[in-house]
């Protein structure tokens, strides 16, 4: 079982940035690949990027590229999401998710968190 907490969210205006953080709880979270999705109002929950166990593979979107990195502590079971130049079209509630193995692009993740709301105003 793990439980994950997104933190980070808030307003910020076009161009700057913010740092999104997940800390989950358990022990074998150095075990888990890690996504982060977002999903905006009316529409559906979209990928945004994925790091695997050992931060060996990292994974974008093509609408965040070269913008966004993640990244992972180990040993403080936390997994970030710096986010630069920021636009209004990013937007959405961002969800971390944790799944065992392989790291993947889909949403096919076995825990998620309750999201943190990022708003960028143009």
């Known amino acids: 079982q793990v439980q994950l907490v997104e933190s980070g969210g808030g307003l910020v205006q076009a161009g700057g940035s913010l740092r999104l953080s997940c800390a989950a709880s358990g022990r074998t979270f150095s075990s888990y690949a890690m996504g982060w999705f977002r999903q905006a109002p009316g529409k559906e929950r979209e990928f945004v990027a994925a790091?695997?166990?050992?931060?060996?593979?990292?994974y974008y979107a093509d609408s965040v590229k070269g913008r966004f990195t993640i990244s992972r502590d180990n040993a403080k079971n936390t997994v970030y999401l710096q986010m630069n130049s920021l636009k209004p079209e990013d937007t959405a509630v961002y969800y971390c998710a944790a799944r065992l193995t392989v790291v993947v692009t889909t949403d096919d993740y076995r825990y998620w968190g309750q999201g943190t709301q990022v708003t960028v105003s143009s």
């Open positions: 790091i695997s166990w050992r931060a060996f593979r990292t």
